[in-house]
């Protein structure tokens, strides 16, 4: 016999559950599902006192109430913040638990909030700053109102009224909760675990695999063969929107099954660190602060092309960016052809830090246009991967001297998870306002789905509003194709793109 005990999240109680629980049910299982403290029930009344270990208490009472045989196996479930109660519980008593589901969460830490798990960075501040409203005051945080729940999370595939009754029912969250830290002792790390990872959401196994490519340590527990993941096609819902390939997920998570990580190559190192697919030029580098110059062999200014890396990238990896063969290789070779090539280190090491790292770019543009070395009104910007967010500033209001704007694999709207709906930088918005700003975007045919829908949107709008956009295809070619692609085809798309963005940056005519 399995045991399913379902842990709610946010602003939620064991209402949430009731499709999946009868359904596993009927699927012979024994299911629990736990009432938190202070949000079952419509707007139940929240007392500021409650806190995360409350939350522990509450799953530990269930888990403590499951009987306990040789022939009966706990799989414990936490969906959104309940994760964090949820492996609370599981740490205290790891003897009695046979597996814990992450439902569209987190990787809950030692001596971290729930708060650092909060998707809108904007709030995140708020209330570790104690700034908020007037409930903030009280010590909670208010329900979402019936349009506010993306502000959480997507809520792809849910029923207008199960989106209605979801808001009906949605409790305040006591501030505790997401305010006390977590203190695990480690035994819950060996319990097997699962992911289910909603793919309207933002992740997928495939983002999860090339994260732990880049050689992340915190990542590499996730390769444990203890450790499975499955996806859903929906957004964080999907007890609401799908529950019955939810229940056939648990289930088969219950028996052990799932996709397992590839464990990162240590002998061909992370791909972001394998070498550029071209030879390219010794050239003189110089380095100022967090901007590195690749300097051509000229006397007269020459124009620039600014290098933005994508990221979150952690603060402590080592080397930093602008130290990756992938982007030294193109700055290099721009400046073999007789541009500065620009590489620089911004701050993005987390999504909540687009901000400041919008701003180390800026700084950085404006000192390479006041280089003596560098013509001013000649600079071209070109964005990677996650960076992609940031170009969003410089297609809302192009300047002059901008001659060029190249994206490479970029991602070009928030994903629905990052907790980021409120923010300005969204290129897909931002391209309706471009002008005639030539936009040269490198795009990837294996590129993750949830990527590629960034680019296709992007994509969609520069049509409607006439934006001037050049696609340069690479059909075969994964995100970071420069350096784990090594094909004739890459090298292609590569000079294509290197030709194209040097040659608006040397034009003379104006956009």
């Known amino acids: 016999m399995t045991a399913f005990i379902l842990v709610p999240g946010m602003f939620t109680g064991t209402h949430i559950w009731q499709d999946t629980a009868a359904r596993?049910?009927?699927?012979g299982a024994e299911v629990h599902t736990v009432a938190l403290t202070g949000l079952d029930g419509p707007r139940a009344a929240t007392d500021p006192a409650v806190d995360l270990e409350t939350h522990i208490a509450d799953v530990l009472a269930v888990v403590d109430s499951v009987g306990a045989?040789?022939?009966?196996?706990?799989?414990?479930?936490?969906?959104d913040y309940g994760i964090h109660p949820a492996v609370g519980a599981a740490d205290r008593r790891a003897e009695r638990i046979g597996r814990i589901v992450h439902l569209d969460s987190?990787?809950?830490?030692?001596?971290?909030?729930?708060?650092?798990?909060?998707?809108?960075?904007?709030?995140?501040?708020?209330?570790a700053g104690a700034t908020g409203n007037a409930d903030?005051?009280?010590?909670?945080?208010?329900?979402?109102?019936?349009?506010?729940?993306?502000r959480w999370g997507s809520t792809?595939?849910?029923p207008d009224a199960a989106l209605d009754r979801l808001t009906a029912l949605a409790a305040p969250q006591p501030l505790g909760t997401l305010l006390q830290p977590l203190r695990l002792t480690g035994a819950a790390g060996a319990v097997?675990?699962?992911?289910?990872l909603c793919t309207g959401n933002g992740t997928s196994i495939e983002l999860i695999q090339m994260l732990v490519r880049l050689g992340d340590p915190a990542l590499r527990p996730l390769t444990d063969p203890r450790v499975t993941f499955f996806e859903l096609p929906t957004g964080h819902w999907p007890m609401l929107s799908c529950p019955g390939e939810l229940t056939d997920v648990l289930l088969r998570a219950a028996a052990g099954e799932g996709h397992r990580l590839e464990p990162a190559d240590d002998d061909a190192g992370p791909g972001h660190m394998r070498p550029f697919l071209m030879d390219v030029p010794d050239v003189p580098r110089e380095r100022h602060g967090n901007v590195d110059l690749y300097l051509p062999d000229a006397?007269?200014?020459?124009?620039?092309?600014?290098?933005?890396?994508?990221?979150?990238?952690?603060?402590?990896?080592?080397?930093?960016?602008?130290?990756?063969?992938?982007?030294?290789?193109?700055?290099?070779?721009l400046a073999g052809d007789g541009a500065v090539g620009v590489l620089l280190d911004h701050r993005l090491h987390d999504l909540g830090d687009y901000e400041r790292a919008a701003a180390d770019v800026a700084a950085a543009v404006e000192m390479v246009r006041a280089d003596p070395r560098v013509d001013g009104d000649r600079i071209a910007l070109w964005f990677f991967s996650g960076g992609g967010l940031i170009a969003a500033d410089w297609l809302d209001a192009p300047p002059a001297w901008l001659r060029c704007l190249a994206a490479t694999y970029p991602v070009l709207a928030p994903l629905p998870n990052w907790g980021m709906s409120e923010t300005r930088l969204r290129p897909a918005r931002a391209v309706a306002n471009a002008g005639d700003l030539p936009v040269v975007l490198t795009r990837v045919g294996l590129e993750m789905p949830e990527l590629a829908a960034t680019v296709e949107e992007f994509l969609a709008a520069a049509k409607d509003c006439g934006a001037d956009v050049e696609v340069i295809d690479v059909?075969?070619?994964h995100h970071g194709f420069e350096t784990i692609d090594v094909t004739d085809e890459s090298r292609t798309a590569v000079r294509h793109a290197l030709r194209t963005v040097l040659g608006h940056a040397f034009g003379t005519g104006a956009r």
């Open 156 to 158: 792809a595939g849910v």
């Open 475 to 477: 059909p075969h070619g």
């Open 136 to 150: 903030e005051a009280r010590g909670v945080l208010p329900p979402p109102a019936l349009d506010e729940w993306p």
């Open 299 to 333: 006397e007269e200014p020459r124009p620039a092309v600014v290098l933005v890396h994508g990221g979150p990238v952690p603060a402590d990896a080592r080397p930093t960016p602008r130290d990756w063969p992938g982007l030294t290789g193109y700055a290099r070779c």
């Open 24 to 27: 596993l049910t009927a699927a």
């Open 192 to 196: 097997p675990t699962t992911g289910v």
């Open 106 to 127: 987190g990787l809950p830490r030692d001596g971290v909030p729930a708060l650092a798990a909060v998707p809108d960075q904007t709030l995140r501040d708020r209330l």
């Open 69 to 79: 045989a040789e022939d009966r196996r706990i799989v414990l479930v936490g969906h």
